[in-house]
């Protein structure tokens, strides 16, 4: 009899994102990040959903009309290649992934790309 295959350890990560990247997110089935813009040399994931939230509310709806926030789990292991960085405060953490390297990171992905929260302008 074959055993499963094991469930790799997972990371939870956050993702601001507005509504043009939302919609290549979904147009891969929720599986992966689209490839950067030239002027973007670096995918950048963030540690804790109020951060996500902060970028989503604080400057994805002023600059598109709509900010959401994904969570997504990415395999630990493939992870530990990329340093945690402090964008800012103790909270304010991402990992910096090359442009080049996203192909890959998308590959890490375990499961769907999900959206939590979506943000509107207030009236």
């Known amino acids: 009899m074959n055993s499963p295959t094991p469930t790799p350890a997972t990371t939870t990560l956050w993702r601001p994102t507005g509504p043009e990247e939302l919609a290549l997110v979904e147009a891969s089935?929720?599986?992966?990040?689209?490839?950067?813009?030239?002027?973007?040399?670096?995918?950048?994931?963030?540690?804790?959903?109020?951060?996500?939230?902060?970028?989503?509310?604080?400057?994805?709806?002023?600059?598109?009309?709509?900010?959401?926030?994904?969570?997504?789990?990415?395999?630990?292991?493939f992870l530990a290649r990329y340093p945690v960085r402090q964008a800012g405060g103790r909270t304010i953490l991402e990992l910096w992934v090359p442009a080049e390297e996203l192909e890959e990171f998308n590959r890490h992905i375990v499961g769907r790309i999900e959206v939590v929260h979506t943000f509107r302008p207030q009236p």
């Open 29 to 77: 089935g929720h599986r992966a990040w689209p490839p950067r813009l030239p002027d973007q040399p670096i995918f950048y994931p963030v540690l804790n959903e109020d951060y996500a939230i902060r970028i989503a509310r604080d400057w994805n709806v002023p600059a598109s009309g709509v900010g959401h926030v994904t969570r997504f789990e990415v395999d630990a292991a």
